[in-house]
Structure formats: C-alpha cells, structure tokens
C-alpha cells in the first residue's frame, strides 16, 4: 500500500497511538474518580491530541522519513481512527454500564440534556468520519507545513 506495509504504517504509528491510549485512560481515570468535566476534564480532549499528532506526523513523517502524502495520510488515518473508536466504545461503554463518563457527558455529545445512547451512537459514528476526514486535512496542512523544516542530514 503505497510502497509500505501495514505494519510498517503501523510501527511508524506507534508513538501516537500510545499517547492517545494514555490520553484515553486518564480521561476514564478522571471521569471514575468524580472529576468534574469543567473545567479540569477539558484540559486536553482525544480530538485535541489527534489534531496535534496529524500535524506533527504530516510534517515529520516528510521531512524525517521522506515520505510522500499518501503515505503520511495512511499514518494518520491509523492514528484518526483509532482515537474515534476508542471514543465510539468509550461511549457504548458509558451506556451500558451506566456509568456517567466524560464519553457520555451532554457537552461531549454537544447536546444541552442527557440523551438515548442510539442518538449518542449516531452522533458518535458521525463524529468518526468528520473527524478522521478532519485529520486527513491536518496531515495535509502538516505535510506542507513540514517543507520549512531542514532537510534530513545524512549522516557521515
């Protein structure tokens, strides 16, 4: 697939799937212990930290590993769509469970009042594409970005 396999996109995936993993699990730490969602819960969102790891792959995987758009964008959509279905089961979770988390909060649904999980899943799939397609376009910014970086030096 563009020139890389799987587990290649996949090694070279793995530092920004382990932070989003730590991100993940200390949002369920915060949300089990009773730490209200404002405004200490909203330090740093699974959507934040996957906006900054597109950019920082984009441009980084160009310059340090000389790799073309495609492949930087196959990277990243690992990383997009890990991080939206940890929140999709994050959120089914929630229901099931009934358990009151930070995946099913009405502000993180963007909705005023608690509402039925099959909405909180629609809107949870919804959010899966727009934010995969989301991160795509910052990989892109981040590729282009990543052309003011030095050039790799090689080594002597």
Same mark, same amino acid.
Not at 24 to 40: E, K, M, Q, V
Not at 117 to 144: D, H, K, P, Y
């Given at each position: ?44 969102? !699974? *959507?934040?930290?996957? %906006?900054?790891? &597109?950019?920082?792959? +984009? ?5 340090? =590993?000389?790799?073309? $758009? ?15 279905? !940890? *929140?999709?089961?994050? %959120?089914?979770? &929630?229901?099931?469970? +009934? ?5 099913? =909060?009405?502000?993180? $649904? ?38 003011? $970086? ?7």
């Amino acid at each position: 697939m563009f020139g890389l396999t799987l587990k290649k996109y996949f090694k070279i995936a793995r530092f920004g799937l382990l932070i989003i993993t730590i991100i993940s699990i200390w949002r369920w730490a915060l949300s089990l212990s009773g730490t209200p969602y404002f405004p200490r819960g909203t330090m740093i969102s !699974i *959507v934040q930290a996957t %906006t900054f790891l &597109s950019l920082a792959y +984009g441009a980084f995987l160009r310059r340090g =590993y000389g790799y073309r $758009l495609p492949q930087a964008l196959v990277t990243v959509a690992i990383l997009a769509l890990y991080a939206q279905l !940890i *929140v999709l089961v994050s %959120t089914a979770v &929630s229901y099931l469970a +009934g358990i009151e988390s930070y995946f099913n =909060y009405s502000e993180a $649904l963007n909705v005023q009042d608690a509402i039925p999980m099959g909405q909180a899943m629609v809107g949870r799939v919804f959010g899966l594409v727009i934010n995969t397609v989301t991160s795509l376009i910052e990989c892109a910014l981040g590729f282009w970005f990543g052309g003011l $970086l030095p050039a790799k030096q090689s080594e002597a």
